[in-house]
């Protein structure tokens, strides 16, 4: 039996999640969508576009995402992915000026208990 509980599926601004990536297929659930759970303890809830400056940064961090890891069925990402990152890792490169651009009708309501809107903001790509 599952005991994974999802969170409800809200935006930042308390409106139903959109999806952020069906290919490649992202998400801690694996649905497409930045949903978490109590169980996320990275909170994969930032819905961004991925560029190579932050591919750079993450992967001289500790955490390679473009190398594929076909074990666990992981292709590798490339700049132009849109992809759920962990929440204090937008704000690890927010701070070290290599954020990507977040879709905030993406990106769950839970970021905010990181990352303050005002960050998510400057670097929404679906702002008007």
Known sequence: M???TM???LNVYGE???PC???PVTGFFRDGCCNTAKQDFGSHTV???LTREFLEFSRESGNDLSSPQ???GFPGLKPGDQWCLCAARW???YEADAAPRVHLT????AALAIVPLEKLRRYAKDLN
């Not at 993406?106 to 309501?109: D, E, I, S, Y």
């Open 2 to 4: 599952n005991s994974t």
């Open 7 to 9: 969170d409800e599926s």
């Open 16 to 18: 139903p999640l959109q």
């Open 21 to 23: 990536s069906t290919n």
């Open 47 to 49: 819905c961004v576009e």
């Open 70 to 72: 076909p074990q666990f």
């Open 91 to 93: 704000l690890e490169a």
């Open 106 to 109: 993406r990106t769950h309501q």
